[in-house]
């Protein structure tokens, strides 16, 4: 389906190679094949930025210019076997991308793009700088591949795009897996988009390989695609700003009613209206304050409590009694500040009766409104407090001593699970497993921090 590399380089007037900004032409044109690849494997892509030209490492093309869509397509470290590997070696290369596409649809290896909580790792990490360091105009998030229609923005070169892209999805994914080890394969295809016939076609193909690859019976049926009706429009680009405020995505099998809605859509004054009017559990019949949450609403860290106590309930602002100064001194000791890059907030926004745990349909009235809360701050780290919080959250009936130690994922957030404060003052001998998990979050959080990091 892609432009063979004679015709991009008749039209583009570049040299079949490929140059480091700061170092001279590894070849000149009449170099042949084999001193090429001898210049490649010497000064490779993968180590500095490259100008314009075109490139090869092994037996996939790639082209770079100044500005323009890409057409790309990366895969995971195991979808093509050794022996498939060889085999392609021995392919003409105006065949070997329908090759490659074939066999990655026959979908080999682990295929962990299939489990849908890593799927939705992948849709975010995609998302997140949708509109800041690049347009998405066309995705889809296969088995053991993923293809992009991609347009870098400013100066935000598509190598680094590509590898930020990769880095961050590949740790959080491989927490998610409780896996270590690559999980990306190193290389990938890049095709430069030359008109617009060429643009509508590679947007078709993104489109319609699930259908291709059996998964769906039409482009819409298919979740994690730009085709997909409830995904974010990728065709109409957000203007840069600090951070891309990404709508929810609803995960599978929760119903969206019209309350839940028309709360995906709320900003933040329009959320603390509703909350501080919600009638929707019984649990508004006892309260004397909601308590909505309270903190950086950009922030990196969001903690998670199970619901209001009757300090709280009287004051309207979570952990402000004794559970709360713990929580303060937990913040402190790894240098955090409430207020300060840290918001807090609760599974419930309203004090359920002599402080018993809230019941499972009350927290299902208010997990649309923590749902949205987590979309505008889109934290890169969320800490659940006790078990009523973590189960809440991961959907799953767990200890807080089973789930502690491990980065779970929230709708492709990071999160690592705790005791409750209120617990840790009944329990002074637990301070000391707290302690750990609170260094454990740090060195998460750094991790993150790191992973995310795209060169400009």
């Given at each position: 389906?892609?432009?063979s590399?004679?015709d991009?380089l008749q039209e583009?007037g570049l040299?079949?190679q490929w140059r480091?900004?700061?170092a001279p032409?590894s070849?000149?044109a009449?170099d042949p094949?084999?001193?090429?690849?001898?210049a490649?494997?010497?000064?490779?892509?993968?180590?500095r930025?490259?100008i314009q030209?075109v490139?090869?490492?092994?037996?996939l093309?790639?082209?770079k210019a100044?500005?323009g869509?890409y057409?790309v397509t990366?895969?995971l470290?195991?979808?093509?076997p050794?022996?498939?590997?060889?085999?392609l070696?021995?392919v003409p290369?105006?065949?070997r991308?329908?090759?490659?596409e074939e066999?990655?649809d026959?979908?080999?290896?682990?295929?962990?793009?299939?489990?849908?909580n890593?799927?939705?790792?992948?849709?975010?990490t995609?998302?997140?700088?949708?509109?800041?360091?690049?347009?998405?105009?066309?995705?889809?998030?296969?088995?053991?591949?993923v293809?992009?229609?991609?347009?870098?923005?400013?100066?935000n070169?598509?190598?680094?795009?590509?590898?930020?892209?990769k880095?961050?999805?590949?740790?959080?994914a491989?927490?998610?897996?409780?896996?270590e080890?690559e999980?990306?394969?190193s290389?990938?295809?890049d095709?430069?988009?030359?008109?617009?016939?060429?643009?509508?076609?590679?947007?078709?193909?993104?489109?319609?390989n699930?259908?291709?690859?059996g998964?769906a019976?039409?482009?819409?049926?298919?979740?994690?695609?730009?085709?997909?009706p409830?995904?974010?429009?990728?065709g109409?680009?957000?203007?840069?700003q600090?951070?891309?405020t990404?709508?929810?995505?609803?995960?599978p099998g929760l119903?969206l009613d019209a309350?839940a809605?028309e709360?995906?859509?709320?900003d933040?004054?329009q959320?603390?209206?509703?909350?501080?009017?919600?009638?929707?559990c019984?649990l508004?019949k006892?309260r004397?304050?909601?308590v909505?949450?309270v903190?950086?609403?950009?922030?990196?860290?969001?903690f998670v409590?199970e619901?209001p106590?009757?300090?709280?309930?009287?004051?309207g602002?979570?952990?402000?009694g004794?559970a709360g100064?713990l929580?303060?001194?937990?913040?402190?000791?790894?240098?955090?500040?409430r207020?300060?890059?840290?918001?807090?907030?609760n599974?419930?926004?309203?004090?359920?009766?002599?402080?018993r745990?809230?019941?499972?349909?009350?927290v299902?009235?208010?997990e649309?409104?923590?749902?949205?809360?987590?979309?505008l701050i889109?934290?890169?780290?969320i800490?659940?407090?006790?078990k009523?919080?973590a189960?809440?959250l991961?959907?799953?009936e767990?200890?807080?001593i089973s789930?502690?130690g491990?980065?779970?994922a929230?709708r492709?957030?990071p999160?690592?699970v705790?005791?409750h404060p209120?617990?840790?003052?009944?329990?002074l001998?637990?301070?000391?497993?707290?302690?750990?998990?609170?260094?454990?979050?740090?060195?998460?959080?750094?991790?993150?921090q790191?992973?995310?990091?795209?060169?400009?």
């Amino acid at each position: 389906m892609s432009a063979s590399r004679e015709d991009i380089l008749q039209e583009l007037g570049l040299w079949p190679q490929w140059r480091r900004r700061d170092a001279p032409a590894s070849g000149g044109a009449g170099d042949p094949p084999a001193a090429l690849a001898a210049a490649d494997a010497v000064n490779s892509p993968a180590s500095r930025g490259l100008i314009q030209g075109v490139h090869a490492r092994g037996y996939l093309p790639h082209v770079k210019a100044e500005g323009g869509q890409y057409f790309v397509t990366f895969r995971l470290v195991d979808s093509l076997p050794a022996g498939v590997l060889k085999q392609l070696a021995t392919v003409p290369e105006k065949q070997r991308s329908k090759k490659v596409e074939e066999f990655l649809d026959a979908a080999h290896g682990e295929c962990w793009l299939g489990k849908s909580n890593v799927a939705e790792v992948m849709r975010q990490t995609l998302l997140k700088f949708h509109g800041e360091r690049y347009h998405l105009h066309a995705w889809v998030i296969m088995p053991n591949h993923v293809h992009l229609l991609i347009e870098p923005v400013g100066n935000n070169a598509l190598s680094d795009i590509l590898q930020g892209i990769k880095s961050v999805s590949a740790h959080q994914a491989n927490a998610l897996l409780a896996r270590e080890g690559e999980f990306w394969q190193s290389e990938s295809y890049d095709h430069l988009i030359r008109d617009d016939d060429d643009r509508a076609r590679c947007a078709d193909y993104i489109a319609q390989n699930p259908v291709k690859a059996g998964l769906a019976k039409n482009a819409a049926e298919f979740e994690f695609s730009s085709a997909y009706p409830a995904a974010v429009d990728a065709g109409e680009s957000p203007a840069p700003q600090k951070r891309v405020t990404i709508p929810p995505v609803i995960a599978p099998g929760l119903p969206l009613d019209a309350r839940a809605a028309e709360i995906a859509g709320m900003d933040w004054s329009q959320l603390r209206d509703s909350v501080a009017g919600c009638s929707a559990c019984p649990l508004h019949k006892t309260r004397n304050k909601t308590v909505f949450g309270v903190g950086d609403e950009e922030a990196n860290w969001l903690f998670v409590g199970e619901g209001p106590g009757a300090d709280e309930d009287v004051k309207g602002e979570p952990f402000v009694g004794q559970a709360g100064k713990l929580l303060d001194n937990m913040l402190a000791a790894i240098k955090l500040k409430r207020g300060e890059n840290v918001y807090i907030a609760n599974v419930v926004k309203c004090r359920p009766p002599n402080n018993r745990n809230p019941e499972a349909a009350e927290v299902a009235q208010c997990e649309p409104y923590l749902q949205r809360q987590i979309a505008l701050i889109q934290p890169k780290l969320i800490i659940a407090l006790g078990k009523v919080a973590a189960v809440s959250l991961l959907k799953h009936e767990a200890s807080v001593i089973s789930m502690r130690g491990k980065v779970h994922a929230y709708r492709g957030t990071p999160m690592i699970v705790t005791y409750h404060p209120a617990y840790l003052l009944r329990s002074l001998p637990e301070k000391a497993r707290a302690w750990e998990d609170l260094c454990f979050a740090v060195e998460t959080m750094q991790g993150l921090q790191s992973a995310e990091t795209i060169p400009t």
